[in-house]
Protein backbone atom coordinates (compact mmCIF):
# COMPACT_ATOMS: atom_id res chain seq x y z
CA UNK A 1 0.00 0.00 0.00
CA UNK A 2 2.71 2.28 0.37
CA UNK A 3 5.29 1.38 -2.26
CA UNK A 4 7.41 4.19 -3.01
CA UNK A 5 6.23 6.50 -0.29
CA UNK A 6 8.61 8.65 1.43
CA UNK A 7 7.58 7.32 5.20
CA UNK A 8 9.23 10.28 7.28
CA UNK A 9 6.98 13.07 5.19
CA UNK A 10 4.35 10.94 5.20
CA UNK A 11 4.49 10.43 9.18
CA UNK A 12 4.63 14.12 9.59
CA UNK A 13 1.76 14.86 7.56
CA UNK A 14 -0.31 12.82 9.32
CA UNK A 15 0.95 13.74 12.79
CA UNK A 16 -0.21 17.53 11.63
CA UNK A 17 -3.67 16.40 10.67
CA UNK A 18 -3.80 14.52 13.73
CA UNK A 19 -3.11 17.44 16.05
CA UNK A 20 -5.21 19.49 13.93
CA UNK A 21 -7.97 17.48 14.72
CA UNK A 22 -7.56 17.48 18.47
CA UNK A 23 -5.39 13.77 19.22
CA UNK A 24 -2.40 14.41 21.77
CA UNK A 25 0.18 12.84 19.23
CA UNK A 26 3.65 12.65 21.64
CA UNK A 27 6.64 15.04 20.59
CA UNK A 28 8.36 11.03 19.23
CA UNK A 29 5.19 10.28 17.28
CA UNK A 30 6.54 10.44 13.55
CA UNK A 31 9.48 8.92 14.83
CA UNK A 32 7.87 5.75 16.52
CA UNK A 33 5.27 5.87 13.43
CA UNK A 34 7.99 5.37 11.16
CA UNK A 35 9.62 2.76 12.78
CA UNK A 36 6.44 0.93 12.82
CA UNK A 37 6.09 1.34 9.49
CA UNK A 38 9.52 -0.16 8.86
CA UNK A 39 8.58 -3.00 10.44
CA UNK A 40 5.62 -4.03 9.05
CA UNK A 41 4.22 -2.57 5.89
CA UNK A 42 0.29 -2.56 6.04
CA UNK A 43 -1.52 -4.46 2.81
CA UNK A 44 -4.66 -2.51 3.50
CA UNK A 45 -6.86 0.64 5.09
CA UNK A 46 -7.04 -1.80 7.90
CA UNK A 47 -3.76 -2.78 8.45
CA UNK A 48 -2.48 0.98 7.95
CA UNK A 49 -5.46 2.01 10.64
CA UNK A 50 -4.30 -0.23 13.59
CA UNK A 51 -0.58 0.49 12.98
CA UNK A 52 -1.29 3.82 12.77
CA UNK A 53 -3.82 3.78 16.12
CA UNK A 54 -1.20 1.87 17.91
CA UNK A 55 1.59 4.17 17.07
CA UNK A 56 0.29 7.46 17.93
CA UNK A 57 -2.65 7.35 20.08
CA UNK A 58 -1.71 7.13 23.93
CA UNK A 59 -5.27 7.91 25.25
CA UNK A 60 -8.77 6.77 25.19
CA UNK A 61 -10.52 9.90 24.80
CA UNK A 62 -8.72 10.17 21.87
CA UNK A 63 -9.94 7.74 20.15
CA UNK A 64 -12.85 9.25 18.59
CA UNK A 65 -11.17 12.14 17.31
CA UNK A 66 -8.86 9.96 15.50
CA UNK A 67 -11.66 7.84 13.97
CA UNK A 68 -12.81 10.77 12.61
CA UNK A 69 -9.44 12.12 11.20
CA UNK A 70 -8.39 8.92 10.02
CA UNK A 71 -11.54 8.72 7.74
CA UNK A 72 -11.69 12.11 6.45
CA UNK A 73 -7.72 11.32 5.35
CA UNK A 74 -8.11 8.27 3.38
CA UNK A 75 -11.77 8.04 2.68
CA UNK A 76 -10.88 11.27 0.38
CA UNK A 77 -7.90 10.36 -0.34
CA UNK A 78 -6.69 10.45 -3.88
CA UNK A 79 -4.14 8.19 -4.44
CA UNK A 80 -4.41 5.96 -7.28
CA UNK A 81 -4.30 2.84 -5.71
CA UNK A 82 -4.15 0.14 -8.83
CA UNK A 83 -0.99 -1.14 -8.51
CA UNK A 84 -0.01 -0.42 -12.55
CA UNK A 85 -0.81 3.54 -11.67
CA UNK A 86 1.57 3.08 -8.63
CA UNK A 87 4.03 1.17 -10.51
CA UNK A 88 4.84 3.63 -13.43
CA UNK A 89 6.02 7.44 -13.50
CA UNK A 90 3.42 8.90 -15.50
CA UNK A 91 1.14 7.48 -12.84
CA UNK A 92 2.55 8.87 -9.69
CA UNK A 93 2.50 12.26 -11.89
CA UNK A 94 -0.99 11.89 -12.56
CA UNK A 95 -2.04 11.13 -8.90
CA UNK A 96 0.15 14.40 -7.28
CA UNK A 97 -1.30 16.25 -9.88
CA UNK A 98 -5.14 15.51 -8.85
CA UNK A 99 -3.73 15.69 -4.94
CA UNK A 100 -2.74 19.48 -5.72
CA UNK A 101 -6.18 19.98 -8.36
CA UNK A 102 -7.85 18.81 -5.28
CA UNK A 103 -5.78 20.64 -2.37
CA UNK A 104 -6.88 24.09 -4.68
CA UNK A 105 -10.26 23.59 -5.52
CA UNK A 106 -10.97 22.31 -1.77
CA UNK A 107 -9.01 24.28 1.13
CA UNK A 108 -10.59 21.18 3.92
CA UNK A 109 -9.75 18.39 1.17
CA UNK A 110 -7.85 15.29 3.51
CA UNK A 111 -4.19 15.14 1.65
CA UNK A 112 -1.63 14.54 3.34
CA UNK A 113 1.23 14.34 0.98
CA UNK A 114 2.25 11.17 0.84
CA UNK A 115 2.83 10.44 -3.06
CA UNK A 116 6.04 10.79 -3.08
CA UNK A 117 9.49 9.02 -4.04
CA UNK A 118 12.16 11.14 -2.13
CA UNK A 119 10.64 14.53 -2.19
CA UNK A 120 7.37 16.05 -0.46
CA UNK A 121 4.76 16.79 -3.22
CA UNK A 122 2.25 18.41 -1.44
CA UNK A 123 2.36 22.06 -0.24
CA UNK A 124 4.99 23.24 1.68
CA UNK A 125 2.70 24.88 4.50
CA UNK A 126 1.09 21.42 5.19
CA UNK A 127 4.00 19.92 6.50
CA UNK A 128 5.45 21.35 10.24
CA UNK A 129 8.68 20.26 12.10
CA UNK A 130 8.18 17.87 15.02
CA UNK A 131 10.00 18.21 18.30
CA UNK A 132 13.11 15.70 18.18
CA UNK A 133 12.12 12.24 19.83
CA UNK A 134 12.20 12.37 23.80
CA UNK A 135 13.00 8.53 24.02
CA UNK A 136 11.28 5.27 24.90
CA UNK A 137 8.52 6.79 27.42
CA UNK A 138 5.89 4.91 29.21
CA UNK A 139 2.72 5.20 26.66
CA UNK A 140 0.55 7.42 30.03
CA UNK A 141 3.41 9.64 30.03
CA UNK A 142 4.16 10.13 26.45
CA UNK A 143 1.08 11.99 25.52
CA UNK A 144 2.20 14.81 28.77
CA UNK A 145 5.50 15.62 27.35
CA UNK A 146 5.15 19.11 27.48
CA UNK A 147 2.90 19.05 30.59
CA UNK A 148 4.23 20.87 33.77
CA UNK A 149 5.17 18.33 36.48
CA UNK A 150 2.78 20.22 38.70
CA UNK A 151 -0.47 18.36 37.24
CA UNK A 152 0.97 15.54 38.02
CA UNK A 153 -0.31 13.21 40.20
CA UNK A 154 1.72 10.43 42.42
CA UNK A 155 0.78 7.56 40.63
CA UNK A 156 2.29 9.49 37.50
CA UNK A 157 5.10 10.68 39.59
CA UNK A 158 6.15 6.90 40.67
CA UNK A 159 6.34 5.99 36.93
CA UNK A 160 8.25 9.13 35.87
CA UNK A 161 10.62 8.19 38.68
CA UNK A 162 10.96 4.94 37.11
CA UNK A 163 11.68 6.31 33.76
CA UNK A 164 14.36 8.73 35.03
CA UNK A 165 16.27 5.71 36.27
CA UNK A 166 16.86 3.59 32.88
CA UNK A 167 17.56 7.36 31.48
CA UNK A 168 19.96 7.98 33.61
CA UNK A 169 22.34 5.72 31.90
CA UNK A 170 22.70 8.01 29.41
CA UNK A 171 23.97 10.98 31.82
CA UNK A 172 27.13 12.61 30.90
CA UNK A 173 30.31 10.25 30.64
CA UNK A 174 34.24 11.98 31.11
CA UNK A 175 37.31 10.47 29.83
CA UNK A 176 39.87 8.81 31.85
CA UNK A 177 43.22 8.14 31.40
CA UNK A 178 42.95 4.11 30.91
CA UNK A 179 42.23 3.24 27.73
CA UNK A 180 39.90 -0.01 26.85
CA UNK A 181 39.99 -2.48 23.56
CA UNK A 182 37.87 -1.16 20.48
CA UNK A 183 37.92 -2.18 17.29
CA UNK A 184 37.84 1.28 15.62
CA UNK A 185 39.88 3.35 18.44
CA UNK A 186 43.12 5.50 17.22
CA UNK A 187 46.11 3.76 19.05
CA UNK A 188 47.68 0.53 18.96
CA UNK A 189 48.02 -1.61 21.95
CA UNK A 190 51.45 -3.10 21.16
CA UNK A 191 51.57 -5.79 23.84
CA UNK A 192 47.79 -6.86 23.21
CA UNK A 193 48.97 -6.91 19.29
CA UNK A 194 51.99 -9.07 19.61
CA UNK A 195 50.79 -11.32 21.86
CA UNK A 196 47.79 -11.86 19.64
CA UNK A 197 50.55 -12.49 16.71
CA UNK A 198 51.99 -15.74 18.81
CA UNK A 199 48.85 -17.86 17.26
CA UNK A 200 50.07 -16.38 13.26
CA UNK A 201 53.80 -17.14 13.26
CA UNK A 202 54.44 -14.07 15.09
CA UNK A 203 52.44 -11.57 12.13
CA UNK A 204 50.87 -8.88 13.51
CA UNK A 205 48.22 -9.73 11.05
CA UNK A 206 45.44 -8.19 12.95
CA UNK A 207 46.23 -4.82 15.12
CA UNK A 208 44.27 -4.62 18.58
CA UNK A 209 43.08 -1.13 18.52
CA UNK A 210 42.08 0.82 21.88
CA UNK A 211 39.93 4.32 23.18
CA UNK A 212 39.95 6.39 26.09
CA UNK A 213 37.63 4.69 29.10
CA UNK A 214 34.83 6.64 29.78
CA UNK A 215 33.17 6.43 33.11
CA UNK A 216 29.91 8.41 34.15
CA UNK A 217 30.83 11.72 35.59
CA UNK A 218 29.36 12.68 38.62
CA UNK A 219 26.55 14.15 40.02
CA UNK A 220 25.53 16.78 42.38
CA UNK A 221 22.19 18.16 42.84
CA UNK A 222 21.16 20.45 45.24
CA UNK A 223 17.59 21.32 44.70
CA UNK A 224 14.78 23.73 46.74
CA UNK A 225 12.10 22.40 48.76
CA UNK A 226 10.85 25.87 49.91
CA UNK A 227 7.31 26.74 49.88
CA UNK A 228 7.61 28.34 46.37
CA UNK A 229 9.22 25.25 45.00
CA UNK A 230 6.26 22.88 46.62
CA UNK A 231 4.40 22.08 43.46
CA UNK A 232 8.06 20.66 41.20
CA UNK A 233 9.75 19.43 44.87
CA UNK A 234 8.22 15.62 44.44
CA UNK A 235 9.29 15.73 41.07
CA UNK A 236 13.03 16.47 41.79
CA UNK A 237 13.10 14.35 44.58
CA UNK A 238 12.68 11.59 41.88
CA UNK A 239 15.06 13.40 39.62
CA UNK A 240 17.41 12.67 42.81
CA UNK A 241 16.76 9.12 43.54
CA UNK A 242 17.58 8.60 39.87
CA UNK A 243 20.97 10.55 40.19
CA UNK A 244 21.81 8.27 43.33
CA UNK A 245 21.13 4.62 41.30
CA UNK A 246 22.55 5.56 38.27
CA UNK A 247 25.61 2.65 38.12
CA UNK A 248 28.77 3.37 38.33
CA UNK A 249 31.87 4.43 40.17
CA UNK A 250 31.16 8.27 41.12
CA UNK A 251 28.38 8.14 43.11
CA UNK A 252 26.26 11.23 43.04
CA UNK A 253 25.78 13.56 45.60
CA UNK A 254 21.95 14.96 46.39
CA UNK A 255 20.91 17.44 48.91
CA UNK A 256 17.78 19.51 49.93
CA UNK A 257 17.52 22.97 51.25
CA UNK A 258 15.18 25.71 52.32
CA UNK A 259 16.61 26.72 55.92
CA UNK A 260 18.88 24.55 56.12
CA UNK A 261 21.66 22.11 54.14
CA UNK A 262 20.18 18.31 54.49
CA UNK A 263 21.90 15.39 52.56
CA UNK A 264 19.86 12.57 51.33
CA UNK A 265 22.63 10.80 49.05
CA UNK A 266 22.20 7.63 52.06
CA UNK A 267 18.59 7.86 52.62
CA UNK A 268 18.07 7.45 48.55
CA UNK A 269 20.12 5.11 48.84
CA UNK A 270 18.38 1.96 49.07
CA UNK A 271 16.75 -0.29 46.98
CA UNK A 272 12.83 0.12 47.35
CA UNK A 273 12.16 3.42 45.71
CA UNK A 274 8.85 4.25 48.05
CA UNK A 275 11.21 3.31 51.14
CA UNK A 276 13.58 6.09 49.55
CA UNK A 277 11.23 8.40 48.89
CA UNK A 278 8.93 8.32 52.46
CA UNK A 279 12.68 8.20 54.66
CA UNK A 280 13.84 11.52 52.55
CA UNK A 281 10.30 13.46 53.17
CA UNK A 282 10.91 12.44 56.60
CA UNK A 283 14.84 13.40 56.79
CA UNK A 284 13.91 16.95 55.19
CA UNK A 285 12.55 19.00 58.31
CA UNK A 286 12.51 22.38 57.10
CA UNK A 287 10.81 21.79 54.11
CA UNK A 288 7.81 24.27 52.28
CA UNK A 289 9.57 26.84 54.78
CA UNK A 290 11.89 29.57 54.03
CA UNK A 291 14.66 29.91 51.84
CA UNK A 292 18.64 30.38 52.41
CA UNK A 293 20.41 29.81 49.34
CA UNK A 294 23.42 31.16 49.58
CA UNK A 295 23.84 30.06 53.08
CA UNK A 296 22.65 26.34 51.58
CA UNK A 297 25.66 26.40 49.00
CA UNK A 298 28.18 28.06 51.52
CA UNK A 299 27.14 24.92 53.95
CA UNK A 300 27.80 22.79 51.19
CA UNK A 301 31.21 23.97 49.52
CA UNK A 302 32.75 24.09 53.77
CA UNK A 303 31.13 20.58 54.38
CA UNK A 304 32.67 17.04 53.88
CA UNK A 305 31.19 16.58 50.74
CA UNK A 306 32.54 19.73 49.46
CA UNK A 307 35.23 17.38 48.00
CA UNK A 308 32.65 16.09 45.42
CA UNK A 309 32.39 19.09 43.54
CA UNK A 310 35.79 18.64 41.87
CA UNK A 311 35.26 17.82 38.05
CA UNK A 312 31.80 17.32 38.57
CA UNK A 313 28.04 18.58 37.07
CA UNK A 314 26.44 20.06 39.81
CA UNK A 315 22.30 20.98 39.22
CA UNK A 316 20.79 23.90 41.13
CA UNK A 317 17.13 23.37 41.23
CA UNK A 318 15.55 26.73 42.43
CA UNK A 319 13.03 29.19 41.54
CA UNK A 320 15.58 31.86 42.96
CA UNK A 321 13.91 33.39 45.76
CA UNK A 322 16.45 33.88 48.55
CA UNK A 323 16.03 35.82 51.44
CA UNK A 324 20.19 35.75 52.04
CA UNK A 325 22.28 38.51 51.15
CA UNK A 326 23.05 38.09 46.77
CA UNK A 327 26.68 38.60 47.81
CA UNK A 328 26.45 35.53 50.29
CA UNK A 329 25.53 33.66 47.08
CA UNK A 330 27.45 35.52 44.44
CA UNK A 331 30.62 34.00 46.46
CA UNK A 332 29.37 30.50 47.48
CA UNK A 333 28.14 30.64 43.63
CA UNK A 334 32.11 31.93 42.34
CA UNK A 335 33.50 28.99 44.60
CA UNK A 336 31.25 26.20 43.59
CA UNK A 337 32.42 27.35 39.99
CA UNK A 338 35.90 27.17 40.25
CA UNK A 339 35.55 23.49 41.58
CA UNK A 340 32.42 22.12 39.42
CA UNK A 341 33.07 21.13 35.42
CA UNK A 342 29.71 22.37 34.73
CA UNK A 343 27.24 24.33 36.88
CA UNK A 344 23.42 24.34 35.64
CA UNK A 345 20.40 26.35 37.33
CA UNK A 346 16.77 24.74 37.36
CA UNK A 347 14.34 26.86 37.13
CA UNK A 348 11.03 25.78 36.68
CA UNK A 349 9.59 29.60 35.98
CA UNK A 350 11.88 29.73 33.24
CA UNK A 351 9.53 28.12 30.90
CA UNK A 352 6.99 31.37 31.32
CA UNK A 353 7.16 32.98 28.10
CA UNK A 354 7.96 36.47 29.96
CA UNK A 355 10.06 35.30 32.43
CA UNK A 356 13.10 36.72 33.35
CA UNK A 357 15.87 36.65 35.49
CA UNK A 358 15.24 40.12 37.33
CA UNK A 359 15.36 38.95 41.21
CA UNK A 360 18.53 40.00 43.07
CA UNK A 361 19.30 36.42 43.63
CA UNK A 362 19.42 35.38 39.95
CA UNK A 363 21.58 38.09 38.90
CA UNK A 364 24.02 37.51 41.28
CA UNK A 365 24.31 33.45 40.50
CA UNK A 366 23.64 33.52 36.63
CA UNK A 367 27.41 34.74 35.96
CA UNK A 368 28.36 31.82 37.60
CA UNK A 369 26.15 29.52 35.41
CA UNK A 370 26.96 27.42 32.22
CA UNK A 371 23.36 27.35 31.27
CA UNK A 372 19.65 27.91 32.83
CA UNK A 373 17.66 25.13 32.21
CA UNK A 374 13.47 24.86 33.30
CA UNK A 375 13.10 21.29 34.02
CA UNK A 376 9.66 21.94 34.01
CA UNK A 377 8.25 19.18 32.15
CA UNK A 378 9.20 15.89 30.27
CA UNK A 379 10.32 17.66 27.27
CA UNK A 380 12.55 19.84 28.98
CA UNK A 381 14.22 16.59 30.98
CA UNK A 382 14.65 15.36 27.89
CA UNK A 383 17.05 18.33 27.09
CA UNK A 384 18.85 17.82 30.22
CA UNK A 385 19.55 14.41 30.58
CA UNK A 386 20.34 13.97 26.51
CA UNK A 387 23.72 13.10 25.67
CA UNK A 388 23.59 16.05 23.18
CA UNK A 389 22.78 18.24 26.17
CA UNK A 390 23.83 21.60 27.47
CA UNK A 391 26.39 19.91 29.89
CA UNK A 392 26.86 16.27 27.63
Not at 248 to 265: C, H, I, K, Q
Not at 351 to 361: H, K, L, V
Request: charged share 25%.
Amino acid sequence: MLAGVDLAAFAVALVARLRDGGVVVPADGPAVFVAALALTRPGGRTELYWITRLALVNRAEDLAAFDATFAAVFDDAVLAVDPVARGSASGRADAAQRADDAASNDPDAATVGWVTLSTTTGRPDQFEPTAPPIGLLPSRLAGRADEPFADFDPADLRLLGSWLEHAAANWPRRRTRRREPHPHGTLVDLRATMRASRTTGWEPVRLTRTRPRRRPRRIVLVCDVSRSMQPYAAMYLHLMRAAVARPGADRAEVFAFATTLTRLTAVLSHRSADVALARANARVVDRYGGTHIGSSLTELFASPHGNALRGAIVLIASDGWDTDDPAVLAKAMNRIRGRAHRVVWLNPRASEPAFEPRTRSMTAALPFCDALLPAHSLTAVRDLLGEAGPFG
